[in-house]
Structure formats: structure tokens, C-alpha cells
């Protein structure tokens, strides 16, 4: 939700005095107020909103407030809902309907191979259930490589996406 600039409504400086608050407040009201200005509209919305102005600018814990920007939260979840930390800290605490779609969880899986192979470089075969998969190990002195096959790690519920498979290759020391 965003707030009106309540010093732009009232056409004061930002370090206005509560007195110049006050005087231009009473210039814009006495011009716009419903006695004098009638049925019209228009100045019935500027007297509404240079009252609401007036009203949080005159006040200095209110003005103290909203030159900070803080808002007033009505409930943790709207608390929580203004941050992106916070809207994942709701999605993990409230728990899902039971029909939605859940992602499946990843899987880990290492994979020991020889030294030389790490440093050369080669392919190594990976047996994955009933599929076998060749993983192409670039040369470099890295100690572990990392692969990620996506979709083959635990199957989602209610036609979720499947997690995914990490692989480590790691040299065998022994």
C-alpha cells in the first residue's frame, strides 16, 4: 500500500514547521471546504485528503512515523508478506492444501572415481535404476565436480515437479 505525500499535498517543505503546516492547511481548507465550494467533487477530495494530511502532520509521534515509512500491520502474515524472506517463512509455516502440487525432494549421489581420471578428464558411467548415464569429467585439477540431472530425484505429489539429482564426483583415495 502505498502513502500520499502528505507534505506535497499541503504544499510545505518537508522541514516544516507544525505553524507553516497549520497556515497551509487552513489556506487549502477554507478554499475547498464543502460550505464554500458546494457539490464539486474535485475540491470535496482535496479537503478530505489535506485533512488526512493535516491530521498525521500536526501530530509529531504520527509525523515522526510517517517520515520514517512505517505502516501500521494488522497481522503477522501482513508483517511477514512485505519481505520476500517473509513470504518464504509463510509459505514453509503454512502448511498446503492437500490437493496442491508439492516439487519432488532432490537427490545426492557420489560418485568415486580415480585420481587420474579427475585430472585427465574422461567419461564415467552411471547407473541410474534401469538407465545407465555417461557423465563427461572435464580435466582440471578441481577436486569435486558437480552435475545436476534434472527431474530424475523424487517424483512430486499431485503432479508436482520432480526434485532433481545432484551428483558428486569426487576422486577415490584409496
Not at 505553524?19 to 478530505?48: K, M, S, V, W
Not at 511477514?80 to 524472506?85: D, I, K, T
Request: charged share 30%; proline share 10%.
Amino acid at each position: 500500500m502505498a502513502t500520499r505525500d502528505y507534505y506535497g499535498v499541503l504544499g510545505v517543505p518537508r522541514d516544516a514547521s507544525i505553524e507553516d503546516i497549520r497556515r497551509a492547511y487552513r489556506a487549502i481548507a477554507l478554499q475547498c471546504h464543502p460550505d464554500r465550494a458546494g457539490d464539486d467533487p474535485t475540491a470535496n477530495a482535496r479537503f478530505r485528503e489535506t485533512a488526512e494530511a493535516y491530521e498525521v502532520l500536526s501530530d509529531p509521534i504520527r509525523r515522526r512515523k510517517y517520515d520514517r515509512g512505517f505502516e501500521e500491520v494488522e497481522s503477522v502474515p501482513d508483517l511477514l508478506g512485505r519481505h520476500p524472506l517473509g513470504q518464504r517463512v509463510l509459505e514453509f509455516m503454512i502448511p498446503r492444501a492437500p490437493a496442491e502440487p508439492e516439487p519432488g525432494m532432490d537427490f545426492l549421489r557420489v560418485c568415486r572415481v580415480a585420481p587420474t581420471l579427475m585430472r585427465e578428464g574422461g567419461v564415467v558411467p552411471i547407473r541410474i535404476g534401469d538407465q545407465e548415464v555417461a557423465l563427461d569429467v572435464p580435466p582440471g585439477p578441481v577436486a569435486t565436480r558437480w552435475c545436476c540431472l534434472a527431474g530424475l530425484g523424487e517424483l512430486g505429489r499431485n503432479n508436482g515437479r520432480p526434485g532433481d539429482l545432484w551428483i558428486a564426483v569426487l576422486p577415490n583415495n584409496t
